[in-house]
T-cell receptor, first 113, second 113 residues
Framework: DAGVIQSPRHEVTEMGQEVTLRCKPI?????LFWYRQTMMRGLELLIY????????DSGMPEDRFSAKMPNASFSTLKIQPSEPRDSAVYFC???????????FGQGTRLTVV | AQSVTQLGSHVSVSEGALVLLRCNYS??????LFWYVQYPNQGLQLLLK??????LVKGINGFEAEFKKSETSFHLTKPSAHMSDAAEYFC???????????FGAGTRLAVHP
């Protein structure tokens, strides 16, 4: 398996534009997480899915953020409209069970100018 | 609610010296505990984990950690630091009945000659 695949690796966009980040989890994993990493706030859990169902989205900062998981092999995180303070590295991770290792993608570095 | 505290955002050691990175957790029930490492421009990868059983767990690259329930701690150690250990280290917890991985703020380890 190629691991967790995120795209794009880098995204530069203008304030107000819509941004969509994509994630393909490891096949067979039943939980998927979206994290945001910044110098100021560290690694924040935004939302996590179990069996494609959003279980906890309490970390989603505001209504501009939305996430979907239409099937077991694909998830998106959308920001609309984007703002400069959304600039961060966004990680996707997947796992099979709470006591097992979470595998992380390489991250998407988002810059909003 | 689960939380993780990592004491010391930056730790600096000499090559060959003991590495000690501290992690304390807050949980109403014993959680699963993890240490992850992040190299520059990379995602996180698992160093070691504690779920049940032996409280001293060994991981990759010579690291180990001990779960101490009475102290609610899960400190990470390595007897002799290598230059290649320079990275950021994250302690994480997840409740045994809830698949939500919560990270500490991270500790950046510097290793100098």
């Amino acid at each position: 398996d190629a691991g967790v695949i995120q795209s794009p690796r880098h995204e530069v966009t203008e304030m107000g534009q819509e941004v969509t980040l994509r994630c393909k989890p490891i096949s067979g994993h039943n939980s998927l997480f979206w994290y945001r990493q910044t110098m100021m706030r560290g690694l924040e859990l935004l939302i996590y899915f179990n069996n494609n169902v959003p279980i906890d989205d309490s970390g989603m900062p505001e209504d501009r953020f939305s996430a979907k998981m239409p099937n077991a092999s694909f998830s998106t995180l959308k920001i609309q409209p984007s703002e400069p303070r959304d600039s961060a590295v966004y990680f996707c991770a997947s796992t099979f069970g709470g006591d097992t290792e979470a595998f992380f993608g390489q991250g998407t570095r988002l810059t909003v100018v | 609610a689960q939380s993780v505290t990592q004491l010391g955002s930056h730790v600096s050691v000499s090559e060959g010296a003991l590495v000690l990175l501290r992690c304390n957790y807050s949980s109403s029930v014993p959680p699963y505990l993890f240490w992850y490492v992040q190299y520059p421009n990379q995602g996180l990868q698992l160093l070691l984990k504690y779920t049940t059983g032996a409280t001293l767990v060994k991981g990759i690259n010579g690291f180990e950690a001990e779960f101490k329930k009475s102290e609610t701690s899960f400190h990470l150690t390595k007897p002799s630091a290598h230059m290649s250990d320079a990275a950021e280290y994250f302690c994480a917890v997840t409740p045994q009945n809830y698949n939500k991985l919560i990270f500490g703020a991270g500790t950046r380890l510097a290793v100098h000659p």
